[in-house]
């Protein structure tokens, strides 16, 4: 229950944030709800074909299609200062998504009895790939691999979970948490990744 | 038999349209036949995969490779200006593709017994995602979901075949008229969607 | 055995390459290894969606994750003044990995009794759709399709083993010199592929 509003608070932030992108670049009415559910499901898709799944188990998501829907046309009627009133609560339902999205991935991996390595990679896919092939279709650069820790926190979720693949529902709520408050950290900090390690020459 | 025709204009138009933006920004010769050949194949290949058929589909449509590999090679034996000149003829070809291209993808989607908010989106990927392929592969951002009115005409032949599944080839031949008049409509009175809802701020 | 070592070097040259660019876009640790990653793995999961087999294979492939893995980290760690140095000898490993991969790509490709076209594909594929999607996830337009001739050569091999698909694995050994020579004679002759046949207009 409290799971399935998390993941819900994620696909809105998702979509929101994609539905938001497309209008800084001015796509039209038809092209911001594409770049919402494609930032919202895309993870999800990829993270399928990787594993083994099904992509077509994305139509079985109803709830989540009219959810993300909604959000984003929320976000079109929405004033555009309000939206950048809101831009702090947005990096909180971001950050809320990020980690349901991550967790939901890793266990999806485990489900199909995958390797470790394979389980990280399902976490990172699903809690940044939308995000990436937005980034892609919006003609940028992907800034979730260059601008700030955000990936880095995902993949934790899934080398935990991988570590210890009979979690109990209590210890998966501490990774949630986990996640969700290192990355709030890591905004309010500005912390960044190292770039190469560097040298004189 | 006619659906055979206009499935093999849209082919064509599709080809053409990649190739003609890989010489456009200096592709070699592999690179032409590389963007022609993604452009008329990359939205059923993404529409396959989503909606749970074998991608791999795609190696049964010879006449289609061909189809394309003539078109491909025809565009490049042929002086620029002519292509300029046949340019309005190419935007009526693109429409047929768009139009034909779209339907195939409803259909494909309603066999799948697919809800019809599925049967819309394959309708779309298979009408506009290999020219969002080409844009991505082409660097450049996806005019289709910024300039004028395109995708949703494609959307709107998923909506009509997800609300009659039972519908006969007469009435299929409607919408395909359908949808090739109004993206002839949109281009000639160069229609456009709305951006955001503007507000003072 | 002899394959095998060839296909790490290759493994280990497109890892390089793609934690190079992430490093020249300035993108954080966890980008040069995604793309480290991509680079060397995207290819052959987009030909096994293609041709018909698990994505999921990617798992399988213990030791490949390692060598990249290995690959990635030296480069980093590695003087930005060495890695110049070494790049003519990254040229030749480069060239080992398109002929391994593309050798490799045809004879999945053949496993699966798929027609010529479909082994050329496969081949291409696998030879060089790892760095198309570093090229995307970069930001920057695909040098594969425009710069010298790269892609022709993985396709030849993949032409001639759907020509002699019962191929020895002697025979095998000569495709694969014959890729890498001529993918070395490109480089050093800077051979380009003609661009559009130009005509007066």
């Known amino acids: 229950m409290i799971w399935d509003i998390f993941n819900y608070i994620g696909i809105a932030a998702f979509a929101i944030s994609g539905a938001m992108m497309a209008m800084e670049e001015t796509y039209d009415l038809f092209g911001v709800y594409v770049l919402g559910f494609v ?39 929405t004033p555009m200062l309000w939206l950048r009133m809101w831009k702090r609560l947005l990096v909180l339902f971001d950050a809320i998504g990020l980690s349901a999205f991550s967790i939901q991935g890793a266990l999806f991996a485990v489900d199909q009895r995958l390797p470790i ?23 940028r650069k992907p800034l979730l691999l260059k601008e700030d820790v955000y990936a ?3 993949m934790l979720s899934g080398f935990i979970i991988g570590l210890h693949k009979e979690i109990t529902d209590v210890e998966l709520f501490f990774v949630f948490i986990l996640v969700v408050t290192m990355r ?10 190292p770039l190469k390690i560097v040298w004189h020459n």
Chains 1, 2, 3 share one sequence.
């Open 152 to 154: 880095v926190w995902s």
């Open 184 to 193: 709030m950290i890591s905004v309010h900090y500005q912390l960044k990744l």
């Open 39 to 77: 930032t919202t499901f895309g993870g999800g898709v990829i993270r399928n074909i990787l594993i083994g799944l099904p992509a077509s188990m994305l139509w079985e998501q109803k709830i989540a299609i009219y959810t993300a829907l909604t959000a984003i046309t929320i976000t079109i009627i």
């Open 117 to 139: 390595h394979a389980i990280m990679v399902a976490s990172v896919l699903t809690g940044i790939g939308g995000g990436l092939i937005r980034d892609v279709l919006a003609g």
